[in-house]
DNA sequence: CTGTTAGCGCTTTCAT
DNA sequence: ATGAAAGCGCTAACAG
């Protein structure tokens, strides 16, 4: 309430009779204080409602307690899991987060780098924008001249030289795949060529290309029956409906829909709820888990990776490079589970 | 790469023979600085790989570009919403994000505002861990004595006297009350009385209250033809599926059931459907949308509250008194809206 | 155990 | 349009 000129060690030290250095270590380190003294500190330090300067501090001890979290999208529940497992974890080790969400714009990503670097972050996880080859943002210089510590979470730079948690995508399209051959019966009416539909992110995104890799590698004794249709599109709901609906009024009901994500996978749902396509007369099938459905009793089998793991993870690697610089640089793979 | 001493102005200053004050004028001030000066010192900064210090700065005028964001939980996808609108628009205004998520724990609650404290928050937007009457954390003293702007969002404290973004409850209540009646059939079949199961938060929550309230008065006039059941919780899943569980066994299918909030509706339904019973047993309804069901075909009615807009106007009104510290205190009251 | 000195990087006077 | 000096609040490094 009241005005309140900000309280400082200065002040305490005044009211305590001691200096500001005494009053410093009362706070940070009081093993090297006097019992009594210290007491009393502790209890000016109450009364006049003394708060520390952060910035001081930290621009005396050019360390921070920071970590920033670069994310494209807090949407996608996946990544809020991600967070929630980094907040979680980074709590535990004293450090504060500072997140931003880009909203998929690299121009937002890069100053929030900039903001991170300002703040003397201690440590940065980051899952860009963008995780095709030509995206080499300009920030990575200044990334790399400072020394902030870096994981990468989930979506990779190319060529960036940080650490990164990323998920076994290869494996994930592989697995998807098996499962339509062996339990869905692609491939096992003979009358037509199947048509497998994957609904992918855009076509250059590492994610998507390795993704569909593991498809393709998984179908590649199935070359003559099955014809692989992909749709290009960008992880997020709204253009996986049209262009699902576009290609349904095309080329009709394929065998099987497989989203390459989350809110893809739903996207082609709700494209065939539209359409009126029953969900008997195709197999859709998905990366992610669909959240809640199991109560509706709905089930869309699928890769599902645990996000949670994947963040706590990256922060783990994460305290490693930040206690050790020198650490190696490591990619460390987390492989999902088929739920049917 | 390289070892790298931090770059500093005074760096660029001499790079470029001029001092650091006209260094720091040049990229805070252009105007005040002679174009081409100002051009050679862009270009060393540039060269140089500059990267300002956020602490020095940030001791020198001590206000900062800084928003805290504390909240008991991003799981819930209510709160993941209102948090991107933060988010979004705190970056328009040039304002970084510090989120904290409290898991629940009044003292990660309180550390966290001590945290931003020493950070020198220029405001910030709190959705406490309970708004139940008897918490009175005791960072509200240091809050109150501080400068930082304070914006409570859903979630308020009793008496704290800082402005709010809330819900009509009371409204939201009341109007799923009426539907249960209109449209619901309750009390309509006077065999015997009815029995309305609410699956509330905790006892005392403000939240909870209101919307009981509301729910209380809608039905006053049918006291004696419909029961009130009421199980307390926490907002979250899994207390809700054993509590409806429990209820079942212990005094049967009632003819409705309402939920609370997005996750004890679900919890409910989760219950339900454990227990084998159909969704034309009883009739269920809820308070903030269950994310994608409609892709599904599965129709919850639910008061839907705008989790967008409630953050966007947590953080304009954050602004207006960040701006002008004797701005008035005020509750913004954000209705929802009957989705069936 | 406590104090002195000095300086982190930047910006605000007040001069020039 | 540019500079000199001073200091924001705090903490290392060295004394005592």
Chains 1, 2 share one sequence.
């Not at 709901?237 to 009709?252: E, I, K, M, N, S």
């Not at 645990?306 to 987390?334: F, I, K, N, S, W």
Request: negative net charge; aromatic residues 6%; hydrophobic residues 40%.
């Amino acid at each position: 309430m009241a005005a309140s000129r900000k309280v400082t060690i200065a002040d305490i030290a005044r009211h305590v009779g001691m200096t500001n250095i005494t009053v410093s270590r009362a706070l940070n380190k009081p093993e090297l204080v006097r019992p009594a003294t210290r007491e009393r500190i502790e209890q000016a330090a109450l009364e006049l409602g003394y708060v520390p300067n952060a910035f001081a501090r930290g621009l005396k001890r050019s360390d921070s307690r920071l970590i920033g979290v670069v994310t494209a999208s807090l949407d996608n529940p996946f990544y809020a899991e991600m967070i929630k497992a980094i907040s979680r974890h980074a709590k535990q080790h004293d450090y504060a987060i500072m997140l931003f969400d880009t909203d998929s714009d690299p121009r937002l990503e890069s100053t929030a780098i900039d903001t991170l670097l300002s703040y003397q972050a201690a440590g940065l996880i980051l899952s860009p924008v963008s995780d095709e080859p030509d995206y080499q943002p300009d920030y990575l210089v200044r990334l790399k001249a400072s020394d902030i510590a870096v994981v990468q979470l989930d979506r990779t730079l190319h060529d960036s030289g940080f650490s990164a948690v990323v998920l076994d995508n290869l494996w994930a399209g592989e697995r998807v795949a098996h499962y339509l051959l062996e339990e869905a019966l692609i491939a096992q009416r003979r009358t037509e060529r199947d048509r497998l539909l994957v609904v992918a992110g855009p076509e250059r995104s590492r994610i998507t290309c390795e993704r569909l890799e593991g498809v393709r590698e998984a179908l590649s004794a199935q070359a003559g029956e099955v014809t692989i249709d992909v749709l290009w599109g960008d992880y997020t709901l709204a253009p996986a409906v049209t262009q699902v609906r576009d290609y349904l009024g095309r080329h009709g009901v394929p065998r099987a829909i497989f989203g390459l994500n989350q809110l893809i996978t739903l996207g082609a749902l709700k494209a065939l709820r539209e359409a009126g396509i029953g969900r008997d007369q195709t197999c859709v099938v998905g990366i992610d888990r669909l959240p809640y459905l199991e109560i509706f009793d709905i089930t869309v089998p699928c890769v599902v990776h645990d996000g949670y793991r994947a963040g706590a993870q990256a922060l783990e690697q994460l305290l490693v490079q930040m206690r050790d610089p020198q650490a190696e640089v490591c990619t460390l793979t987390v492989r999902g589970e088929l739920v049917t």
